[in-house]
């Protein structure tokens, strides 16, 4: 067979597939062909294609409404606008994508800044973790104290408050580093200027939502508040959740709390306003004795 | 009872069935977590040996939870067709996986028998299956459903629309809600995950999301992701509602954790069936997810397949219109790494389909998993052609508010084209007449939200 008949073959084959559906004519989804590079010296000198400008460049071609289309963008972080080759992404919105998740994979193990724990005097206490690996693979171990732990509140902590607050780093201590100096001191002026008796706050290494149970047993406190990290999303890698629970005891869930979540200047909840919003929730705990599915869900 | 062999000149011998499941897991962190793992891989070996010479109705005799301790149990174990039960009784799950694989065995029959199933025996046959095993035996059953467009038929791949936005903002939802449906994506359901779970916020989502379904007469169903309180709260009020929702677990004290219990979901599926907008007969949705009951330390020492098959003989209580694992989103503790994450994902897509249940998948996986975008490709590429009912569509597949990354708009229409999978029907027709589909494929007017500012 010639190069000539093969070549016919493949036309043929191509025109049917085009007929069929299953080629995408011109338009939508195919580009033109590239353009061919300039000659000469290899010169690739980029700007960061993370920074805000590169990041929210849409990648239709040909909308239908392009202003309208640059509105709906600015509406929400969620990743749209960005276009197709075929039915897959287009390259510069693949690869933002795979840069924003190495980001996060870079970030999980990071620790909290000492200064930031001197800020506002919290002493440190462990679970029965042993290392980041076991933190990871063992949410059982991360949601008990040490009994060490429990001896240092026992000595440290005034006993019996109306509010006890606690944080921890979970997988994210950016999230405390950035959203602790702004949420704490609003919920302690909120609560002080609201006449609720809070605990001495501190710190625990390697925590789960679940250790505010041993938390709420070992200060014998009314309330807790759980400060800690989320796990890292894409580009937001410093979130913060507030779970609060009326008398955390052991065998008390999820079910018993209620939770702010994604606390951060990065598309969520700013700090300043949660806080507002935590102090108004464990007042509200306090008044009704009761927290979490007990609580009711008509409130907020 | 005796549950003993010996393999390479070694006598491995096993306590209990409940012990006996649990070692003849594919491994999982969970488990071993758990403490309940086979201590070698030639002791899960053995242990599968072994259960492959246990009867069917050993293992109805044998509950992970007593029945007198848990409705969950009761649950399934009420359901269970006493006539085809007295006829599969004596089958060994060796058999059984044979059974199920042989080209003699029809989908019909398959069906029949999913009438007398158990969450263990699921299970157990499931722990006996090769990855394409799974494949192939879930592509036998079609499990369809109607809510307001029919799910499940052969040959179609759904997809939900995923729009969530970090504070619930109506106009980002709109937005993204906009960009799916230009994909594609929207055929399964419009379905939200709320940032902030009360009845106001929650409604003002629902109104919009049936204002854009009525607007552009789009042949599918909304949902909200609020706690099922929540939603039947919103439906008292008036709130327009396609699909009801809830996360469900395996145990009775699991489902507490998640605020819920047998008699609640009855309601809730009553409310549905009297307040939904939708046609119907199909109003329930759930999400499942292996390790959910060990996280709330309710796993009553049995192993996280084993509480994740009990799932589906819960949800189909409740005849749902689709039901879907949350493959990887639980994190490494339960799965750590894309082996595992695969593994599960073609296990619970099985097992549901086995159990009777239209059942998809959101194929996913969070940053601190040993897992990244491709291992999830991967996973809906296998699971599309084991013939999975539906997977979640999100921007890009990066959940700007669960802060996870799953299968994005552009997978749908991916996967429809290098399968030769359509939409769901209806929606295919509604795509074609608005010129964003042809013969299965995009149109050049697809993939631009500014298509719908036309209207």
């Not at chain 1, 759980?226 to 955390?248: F, H, K, N, W």
């Not at chain 1, 939770?259 to 306090?286: F, H, R, S």
């Not at chain 2, 969970?30 to 793992?37: L, W």
């Amino acid at each position: 067979m010639s190069s000539a008949d093969i070549d016919a073959i493949v036309q043929a084959v191509l025109a049917e597939l085009r007929r069929d559906g299953r080629l995408p004519s011109d338009g939508g989804g195919s580009a033109s062909a590239p353009a061919p590079a300039a000659e000469g010296e290899v010169v690739i000198d980029l700007p960061d294609p993370a920074d805000d400008a590169l990041r929210r460049r849409i990648g239709v071609t040909d909308p239908v409404d392009a202003e309208g289309l640059a509105n709906l963008c600015s509406t929400t972080t969620a990743r749209i606008g960005v276009g197709r080759a075929g039915p897959r992404p287009r390259t510069s919105a693949l690869l933002l994508f795979q840069g924003d998740h190495g980001v996060a994979q870079d970030a999980i193990y990071g620790t909290v800044d000492e200064e930031v724990k001197a800020q506002f005097d919290l002493f440190t206490v462990e679970t029965q973790t042993a290392d980041q690996d076991e933190y990871l693979l063992r949410p059982d171990l991360g949601r008990r104290l040490t009994d060490e732990a429990k001896a240092t509140i026992a000595e440290r902590c005034k006993p019996n408050p109306q509010v006890q607050i606690v944080v921890g780093a979970g997988l994210s201590a950016a999230a405390v580093n950035h959203q602790l100096p702004d949420i704490l001191p609003v919920i302690q002026q909120g609560l002080a200027t609201a006449g609720v008796s809070v605990g001495t706050p501190f710190y625990i290494e390697r925590a789960r939502v679940g250790v505010m149970n041993d938390v709420g047993e070992a200060t014998g406190a009314e309330t807790v508040l759980l400060l800690i990290g989320e796990r890292p999303g894409l580009g937001v890698a410093d979130a913060l959740s507030a779970y609060m629970g009326y008398q955390p005891r052991p065998g008390k869930t999820d079910a018993d709390r209620d939770l702010i979540c994604m606390i951060t200047y990065a598309g969520g909840t700013n700090p300043l306003e949660a806080g507002a919003y935590v102090v108004e929730k464990l007042q509200e705990m306090l008044r009704e004795k009761a927290s979490g599915v007990a609580l009711g869900r008509e409130d907020g | 009872m005796l549950l003993r062999t010996k393999l390479y000149g070694t006598t491995y011998e096993f306590g209990s069935i409940k012990e006996l499941l649990a070692k003849a897991n594919e491994e999982k962190s969970g488990d071993r977590g758990a403490g309940i793992a086979a201590d070698s891989v030639a002791e899960r070996v053995a242990a599968r040996g072994v259960l492959a010479e246990v009867t069917l109705g050993t293992l109805r005799e044998n509950p992970a939870v007593p029945y007198e301790d848990d409705e969950v149990t009761r649950v399934i174990d009420d359901a269970v067709n006493e006539w085809i039960f007295a006829e599969i009784k004596g089958w060994k799950v060796g058999d059984f996986r044979e059974w199920l694989l042989a080209d003699t065995t029809t989908p019909a029959m398959i069906t029949r028998v999913s009438g007398a199933l158990t969450g263990e025996m699921v299970a157990a046959v499931t722990k006996l299956m090769s990855n394409m095993d799974l494949m192939l035996a879930a592509r036998k059953i079609e499990v369809s459903a109607h809510c307001n467009n029919t799910i499940g038929l052969h040959g179609r791949l759904a997809s939900r629309n995923q729009p969530n936005h970090p504070t619930d903002s109506v106009e980002g939802i709109r937005a993204a809600i906009y960009e799916g449906l230009s994909y594609g994506s929207g055929d399964s359901v419009i379905g939200i995950n709320p940032s902030d779970d009360t009845v106001g916020s929650v409604a003002r989502l629902l109104e919009m999301t049936y204002e854009i379904i009525e607007r552009w007469e789009i042949p599918t169903q909304n949902c909200l992701l609020a706690h099922v309180t929540t939603q039947m709260e919103a439906m008292r009020k008036g709130a327009p509602v396609g699909l009801v929702f809830q996360s469900i677990a395996g145990s009775q004290k699991a489902n507490e954790a998640f605020g819920v219990d047998v008699a609640m979901l009855d309601e809730a599926y009553d409310l549905a069936k009297r307040y939904c907008f939708t046609a119907g007969p199909n109003y329930m949705y759930f999400e499942t997810g292996q390790g959910t009951a060990l996280s709330a330390d309710a796993h009553h020492g049995a192993d996280q397949l084993v509480m994740e098959a009990r799932n589906y003989g819960l949800a189909k209580r409740y005849d749902p219109y689709q039901v879907n694992t949350v493959v990887g989103f639980i994190g490494p503790e339960y799965l750590y790494d894309a082996v595992q994450i695969t593994r599960a994902g073609l296990e619970d897509h099985f097992m549901g389909k086995l159990t009777g249940i239209s059942m998809g998948c959101d194929a996913c996986y969070t940053n601190h998993a040993v897992a990244a975008q491709n291992d999830i490709e991967n996973l809906a590429v296998l699971l599309s052609a084991a013939g999975c009912n539906y997977f979640m569509g999100v921007p890009m597949g990066d959940d700007a508010m669960l802060s996870y990354q799953c299968t994005s708009y552009h997978d749908a229409p991916s996967l429809r084209q290098l399968l030769g999978l359509r939409p769901l029907p209806e929606f295919e027709a509604w795509m074609e007449g608005l010129g964003l589909m042809a013969d299965g494929v995009l149109t050049e007017r697809a993939g631009d939200a500014s298509f719908f500012l036309q209207r």
